[in-house]
């Protein structure tokens, strides 16, 4: 029912900087949470950074200060700047968001993107 489509991903040297955005689309009637998770090879998936529909933000330690999560509520669109990267910052890096639906009955799903690969090597 709503599909999120990331892009920007790709290879950079480390001190790089990436911009990821993340399009939601399909049947919502409000999109909630939205965040940015990765996974590293033989590594569990984890949470990067989230941001409210409110503009309230959450990241992870290792990541604070050098990447900054926004939204554009108009174009359903979650974005990820990526500041001096390290190359332990390689791995695939998946959207979310919490979707609220109206089909007369208001209810709410937990959407992933299919993932784009970040590579932090020289």
């Known amino acids: 029912q709503v599909q999120l489509v990331e892009s920007g991903g790709g290879l950079v040297q480390p001190g790089g900087s990436l911009t990821l955005s993340c399009v939601a689309s399909g049947n919502i009637f409000r999109i909630n949470t939205m965040g940015w998770y990765r996974q590293a090879p033989g590594k569990q998936r984890e949470l990067v950074a989230t941001?409210?529909?409110?503009?309230?933000?959450n990241y992870v330690d290792s990541v604070k200060g050098r990447f900054t999560i926004s939204r554009d509520n108009s174009k359903n669109t979650v974005y990820l700047q990526m500041n001096s990267l390290k190359p332990e910052d390689t791995a695939v890096y998946y959207c979310n968001a919490g979707v609220t639906h109206n089909t007369g009955v208001y209810y709410t799903n937990n959407y992933w993107g299919q993932g784009t690969q970040v590579t932090v090597s020289s």
């Open positions: 941001i409210t529909s409110g503009g309230s933000t």
